[in-house]
């Protein structure tokens, strides 16, 4: 089962409803003993980074979220890839999860229209379980207005915009986080969301 | 590179599509979730249902096609017509709407633009603008389905969204609506020069060449048409297939 955590933040039906479309079993959770018992993780959200690490910890997941991404497939969507790294600069400087080395700051580009929307094709530059049988010229579905920095190691994909935008990242191990929008991105979506499945 | 974006648009009574049209392989012509899922096969970047109910029951309706449609077509889905509250646009992102478009009542209310985009993010509240010119590089703002002249310079209404939160616009042209002459470039373009979010051209697309031209000549990253799509003079993948003929990036 992949458990969908369900913090207040975000349209997490669209999660659900292309899990289901893919015959993937899951479940929207709010506590700890069902993200223990779960086989994978994905942890959606959309709004802003400091709001969205409060409901977290509020809810009481922040610790559990860091032990189980560790030892089953972790999937942050969205805000939740950002909530990945280390610090979030969005209004204020704020600690994020810290699964992945680096931080997330603002687009700050002038010449740029904010926010990055609409797709956008995914340069390979690691090898990453979740884009096999993605090919090289595949378009993913993005918003934000907010990046990540970090290793190029734990780029598996970038998108151009401005310069080099991290869509999917992977700590090697169990850790991956998309900022585009999988479950919103069509039939190439749709292949990465069933590799995640095909990670348990 | 960000591709471009092409938007099919459907409008929607009582949760049926307005003016039935003969898509290939779809049972019920009536069917917003069919039509949708046609879009969707054609490669439409995004899909937008407008909601032309008047009655309250017709709204519920409305909002169980837009459920049925998130479950089955993963392309974002953009919901307008008759959202007047937060609570109007809690209730459509909930049935699975990604983005809301509002118009008049932005208008009416600007604080709706704020409050919205304070709660579920100025990704998901798009502003659609009805606008006319009045004179050399001047056009005013329209309400009501472009029936009433509020006599709000454009420009000045561009910026007062942008800073009220909105996430992107969707700017349709009066002039051009319905004449199948073009987008509004000259409209089209006022606009893009003066803000920084993106910008959805509306009204006028009649031919092929059209949608070349306004991502040739504005700074436009989406193009949205009705009736055109609609009526299969054109599909959404010719549409594609003849700007990456112009060199134009789309999926």
Not at chain 1, 21 to 48: Q, T, Y
Not at chain 2, 85 to 102: F, H, M, N, P, W
């Amino acid at each position: 089962m992949i458990a969908i955590v369900d913090y207040g933040a975000g349209n997490i039906f669209s999660v659900k409803n292309a899990l289901d479309h893919l015959g993937l079993e899951c479940g929207l959770v709010s506590d700890c003993d069902s993200i223990k018992a779960a086989d994978a993780v994905i942890l959606p959200g959309v709004g802003a980074f400091p709001a969205a690490m409060k409901m977290l910890e509020q809810s009481g997941l922040v610790e559990i979220i860091k032990e189980e991404a560790a030892k089953k497939p972790f999937l942050g969507i969205c805000l939740g890839m950002q909530l990945i790294f280390e610090k979030g600069y969005e209004f204020e400087e704020c600690d994020g999860l810290g699964l992945i080395g680096g931080s997330v700051r603002k687009m700050d580009d002038t010449e740029l229209i904010i926010p990055h929307m609409g797709w956008n094709k995914l340069e390979k530059l690691n090898d990453c379980p979740l884009l096999e049988n993605v090919g090289d010229d595949e378009y993913v579905y993005f918003v934000h207005s907010y990046k990540a920095h970090c290793s190029d190691s734990d780029i598996a994909a970038y998108c151009e915009y401005g310069g080099r935008v991290p869509a999917l990242v992977h700590d090697g191990k169990y850790v991956y986080g998309a900022q585009f929008h999988p479950e919103k991105s069509g039939e190439t979506g749709l292949k990465i969301l069933r590799n995640f499945g095909g990670l348990i | 590179m960000l591709a471009k974006r092409i938007i099919p648009c459907l409008d929607v009574r009582n949760g049926k599509v307005v003016k039935g049209v003969n898509f290939e392989g779809v049972r019920d012509v009536g069917d917003p979730v069919e039509c949708a899922e046609e879009y969707n096969r054609q490669g439409a970047d995004e899909i937008v249902f407008y909601d032309i109910t008047a009655s309250f029951e017709g709204r519920g309706v409305f909002l169980d096609v837009v459920r049925e449609t998130a479950k089955k077509v993963f392309v974002p889905l953009t919901v307008g017509g008759g959202i007047k509250t937060v609570d109007d646009i809690r209730e459509t992102l909930r049935a699975g709407a990604d983005k809301v478009s509002v118009n008049s009542q932005a208008v009416k209310n600007p604080q709706l633009i704020k409050d919205g985009a304070d709660i579920f993010g100025s990704q998901c509240i798009c502003v659609g603008i009805d606008a006319k010119k009045i004179a050399d590089n001047k056009w005013t703002v329209y309400i009501n389905g472009g029936r009433v002249d509020m006599g709000i310079d454009l420009i000045d209404w561009v910026h007062q969204i942008e800073q009220l939160g909105a996430g992107e616009i969707c700017l349709n042209s009066i002039d051009a609506d319905g004449t199948k002459n073009g987008f509004d470039i000259e409209m089209l373009q006022a606009v893009c020069d003066n803000c920084n979010i993106p910008v959805i051209a509306s009204g006028g697309a009649g031919k092929i060449g059209d949608f070349a031209e306004v991502f040739e000549k504005t700074g436009a990253t989406a193009a949205l048409a009705a009736s055109l799509f609609h009526f299969r003079e054109l599909t959404v993948q010719e549409v594609k297939s003849y700007c990456r003929s112009k060199e134009i990036i789309v999926r």
